[in-house]
């Protein structure tokens, strides 16, 4: 066991609301996460305005229990994380504002976590996975193929020319009435449903690159679901069956590219990590698992808890950071967009 360090790492750039302390032995000393799925039911959807508030409401005592909970004076951490892009600019204002104002009362380093490389580096906490691995970035706002060389050097690959992955989930969900958040409800309609029972095109099917395209498929589900008349529930099951079955296949072809491109880069790489909220779905993982396993990778994919948005990704990117000495000032100005391969 080394020395241990540990971080205290804010997540709020989305509608999740979540704190975590982890140290560098790979554990975790607390995590709390606040979900503000109520608040957005309503508008089938997440409002940044009121996600904003949401974060400024709960930020506080989030904070205090998972200080309270870890059994850790906040004097004794050794830096502070917190998202500062990308995602909903209101909420990663709170979180970046919280992050900074605990690093300059405990004047413990600052740690500016970029959101997707704390999807990102999930893996290394949960499966101690070495560097360089070919991440599949799979979430409500993106979908990206990657090579990850090491902390804040990535190599992109191919990324949405359309719709991210988990928003052609939330739309399908949406247009089948599946309700909201859209990703989980699909796949359980789906268990129900005969995946075989209607075509649907399978986008960028065999095209050489590794983008991806999804709003192609949305239409394709829109018309279909007109054309088989009122949905009743097992109309509903078999079209979501269909369109998750098309994801999986397109998922894999996309990674298959991949993984020929990164072993001519890194020809020791041999694992594929899936990161994201959209990692959570069991039939896109079998399907994933299948396309490694026949290319000789292991794949590895966080817990669902920790694939979709929470405080512990980003403590542990905060902690990755830290121990290479990547601080960053209080002058950090948090970003709306901010893309992982302009990390450093
Ligand atoms: O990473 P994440 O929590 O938030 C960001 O977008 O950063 O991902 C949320 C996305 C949503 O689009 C949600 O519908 C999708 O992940 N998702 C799923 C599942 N669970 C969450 N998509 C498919 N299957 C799931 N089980
Ligand atoms: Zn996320």
Same mark, same amino acid.
């Given at each position: 066991?080394?020395?241990?360090?540990?971080?205290?790492?804010?997540?709020?750039?989305?509608?999740?609301?979540?704190?975590?302390?982890?140290?560098?032995?790979? $554990?975790?000393?607390?995590?709390?996460?606040?979900?503000?799925?109520? %608040?957005? $039911?309503?508008?089938? =959807?997440?409002?940044?305005?009121?996600?904003?508030?949401? !974060?400024?409401?709960?930020?506080?005592?989030?904070?205090?229990?998972?200080?309270?909970?870890?059994?850790?004076?906040?004097?004794?951490?050794?830096?502070?994380?917190?998202?500062?892009?990308?995602?909903?600019? =209101?909420?990663?204002?709170?979180?970046?504002?919280?992050?900074?104002?605990?690093?300059?009362?405990?004047? *413990?380093? &600052?740690?500016?976590?970029?959101?997707?490389?704390? !999807?990102?580096?999930?893996?290394?906490?949960?499966?101690?996975?070495?560097? @360089?691995?070919?991440?599949?970035?799979?979430?409500? =706002?993106?979908?990206?193929?990657?090579?990850? %060389?090491?902390?804040? *050097?990535?190599?992109?690959?191919?990324?949405?020319?359309?719709?991210?992955? /988990?928003?052609?989930?939330?739309? #399908?969900?949406?247009?089948?009435?599946?309700?909201?958040?859209?990703?989980?409800?699909?796949?359980?309609?789906?268990? !129900?449903?005969?995946?075989?029972?209607?075509?649907?095109?399978?986008?960028?099917?065999?095209? @050489?690159?590794?983008?991806?395209?999804?709003?192609?498929?949305?239409?394709?589900?829109?018309?279909?679901?007109?054309?088989?008349?009122?949905?009743?529930?097992?109309?509903?099951?078999?079209?979501?069956?269909?369109?998750?079955?098309?994801?999986?296949?397109?998922?894999?072809?996309? #990674?298959? !590219?991949?993984? %020929?491109?990164?072993?001519?880069?890194?020809?020791?790489?041999?694992?594929?990590?899936?990161?994201? =909220?959209?990692?959570?779905?069991?039939?896109? $993982?079998?399907?994933?698992?299948?396309?490694?396993?026949?290319? /000789? &990778?292991?794949?590895?994919?966080?817990?669902?808890?920790?694939?979709?948005?929470? /405080?512990?990704?980003?403590?542990?990117?905060?902690?990755?950071?830290?121990?290479?000495?990547?601080?960053?000032?209080?002058? &950090?100005?948090?970003?709306? $967009?901010?893309?992982?391969?302009?990390?450093?």
């Amino acid at each position: 066991m080394i020395d241990p360090m540990t971080v205290l790492g804010i997540e709020t750039s989305c509608d999740e609301t979540a704190v975590a302390i982890v140290d560098n032995n790979r $554990r975790v000393l607390a995590h709390s996460l606040l979900s503000q799925l109520d %608040e957005h $039911r309503m508008y089938g =959807g997440v409002v940044p305005e009121i996600a904003a508030r949401a !974060h400024l409401d709960a930020i506080d005592a989030l904070t205090q229990k998972t200080i309270r909970d870890s059994g850790i004076k906040l004097q004794d951490l050794n830096g502070i994380a917190a998202t500062c892009g990308p995602g909903l600019i =209101g909420g990663v204002m709170v979180g970046t504002m919280m992050g900074k104002a605990l690093s300059l009362s405990t004047g *413990k380093p &600052f740690l500016a976590v970029n959101h997707l490389e704390a !999807h990102a580096l999930t893996a290394r906490l949960t499966d101690d996975v070495q560097f @360089p691995y070919l991440l599949l970035l799979i979430s409500g =706002g993106h979908c990206q193929l990657l090579a990850v %060389e090491s902390v804040g *050097k990535y190599k992109l690959y191919g990324s949405t020319i359309d719709d991210a992955v /988990g928003e052609a989930f939330d739309k #399908v969900a949406k247009l089948l009435g599946l309700g909201f958040p859209g990703g989980p409800a699909v796949e359980q309609a789906a268990k !129900h449903g005969d995946a075989n029972k209607y075509e649907l095109p399978c986008p960028m099917l065999g095209k @050489p690159n590794c983008d991806f395209s999804f709003s192609g498929l949305k239409t394709a589900v829109r018309s279909l679901s007109e054309r088989v008349g009122a949905l009743d529930e097992q109309k509903r099951s078999d079209i979501a069956a269909c369109f998750q079955r098309v994801v999986a296949d397109c998922l894999a072809d996309r #990674v298959k !590219h991949a993984i %020929e491109k990164i072993v001519i880069d890194y020809p020791a790489c041999k694992t594929l990590v899936v990161a994201g =909220g959209v990692a959570a779905n069991q039939t896109l $993982r079998a399907s994933l698992q299948y396309i490694s396993g026949k290319h /000789g &990778f292991k794949l590895v994919t966080p817990p669902p808890a920790l694939c979709t948005d929470n /405080g512990v990704m980003v403590a542990w990117a905060g902690l990755e950071k830290l121990r290479l000495g990547m601080t960053d000032g209080l002058d &950090f100005a948090p970003r709306p $967009r901010w893309p992982l391969y302009e990390t450093v």
